[in-house]
């Protein structure tokens, strides 16, 4: 079965940084855009950023400017790079096709407080 696998989560300080990391199967990865979702506590996902298989990238206004997204088609991995965090980024963070979604992964947790 294809798995999904993030991690780099953590608990940050407002105005941090953290840099996620996911990684699936190359055949599961290869050719397809993928996306970062989040959940917040009590919220429904939402997707936050995503990017074609040739880099092209796009944001949820409330990530723009502060999150950049990239992708590593050799390692079939994205990654999500998170400045400026705010309280309002805690959530736990998953990747995943944007069509054809498979299985989520278990996520990984993001907290932002002081």
């Known amino acids: 079965q294809v798995q999904l696998v993030e991690s780099g989560g953590g608990v940050v300080q407002p105005g941090g940084s953290l840099r996620l990391s996911c990684a699936a199967s190359r055949s599961a990865f290869y050719m397809f855009e993928m996306g970062w979702y989040r959940q917040p506590p009590g919220k429904q996902r939402e997707l936050v950023a995503r990017?074609?298989?040739?880099?092209?990238?796009n944001y949820a206004d409330s990530v723009k400017g502060r999150f950049t997204i990239s992708r590593d088609n050799a390692k079939a991995t994205v990654y999500l790079q998170m400045n400026s965090l705010k309280p309002e980024d805690t959530a736990v963070y998953y990747c995943n096709r944007i069509v054809s979604r498979l299985p989520w992964g278990q996520g990984t947790q993001v907290t932002v407080s002081s």
């Open positions: 990017i074609t298989s040739g880099g092209g990238t």
